[in-house]
């Protein structure tokens, strides 16, 4: 059974840093893209950022340069946050594809985590 499992979300002041952590089990790890995603209140979810399981990394223009996705210990998926911004309020989405490369969309994503909530204060 496969399981992703978000952490790491909480209330933080503008200009602050954060780190997220999704742990994932029953997946080939190495063979999937791994993927965080965020939803607004009202909004459509969006992508952040993006390992490909082929190499690349790409992120949303809103976060490059303030956010970093890797590839941790025991199959876990990190997003490191920083310059935090009110806009970055969302609840955020771990997600795992079988495709390779650039997947941006969420329909490419086949399985989800629960979600984290994180927000900012201004």
């Known amino acids: 059974q496969v399981q992703l499992v978000e952490s790491g979300g909480e209330l933080v002041q503008a200009g602050g840093s954060l780190s997220l952590s999704c742990k994932t089990s029953?997946?080939?790890?190495?063979?999937?893209?791994m993927a965080w995603f965020r939803q607004a209140p009202g909004k459509e979810r969006e992508y952040v950022a993006v390992?490909?399981?082929?190499?690349?990394l790409y992120y949303a223009h809103s976060v490059k340069g303030r956010f970093t996705i890797s590839r941790g210990a025991n199959n876990t998926v990190l997003l490191q946050m920083s310059s935090l911004k009110p806009e970055d309020t969302a609840v955020y989405y771990c997600?795992?594809?079988?495709?390779?490369?650039?997947?941006?969309?969420?329909?490419?994503?086949?399985?989800w985590g629960q979600g984290t909530q994180v927000t900012i204060s201004s």
């Open positions: 997600a795992a594809s079988y495709i390779a490369g650039r997947v941006l969309q969420v329909g490419s994503y086949d399985h």
């Open positions: 029953g997946l080939i790890f190495n063979r999937q893209t």
């Open positions: 390992a490909s399981w082929s190499g690349g």
